[in-house]
């Protein structure tokens, strides 16, 4: 259970296809590498945890469309390169 009665199972965080993740998991960290930002400096900027951040990017954890939202802002990237992970 969650804040206001919110129940999230926790199949949600379950990684689905592994190898996808593992591919947007590598483009993610590369991309904050770039960016010059620690997983900590990252996670803030995102309003995620920072073993959040460490799971996506060790593709142990799944993440939400809201989750994806907040790493491209903090990223200062578009979704759509977030996405470039497919080439």
Partial sequence: MVSNN?????DLWVVKNPGEMKAFAKHLRQI???HNLSQQ???DEADIAKVTLQRI?????GLTLDMFISL???L???????LQYMK
């Avoid at 990017?57 to 954890?61: G, Q, T, V």
């Fill in 76 to 82: 200062d990237v578009s979704p759509n390169e977030l």
């Fill in 6 to 10: 919110i129940f999230i199972s926790a």
């Fill in 41 to 43: 400096e990252l996670a």
């Fill in 57 to 61: 990017e060790l593709s142990k954890r």
């Fill in 72 to 74: 491209a802002k903090a």
């Fill in 32 to 34: 904050r590498v770039e």
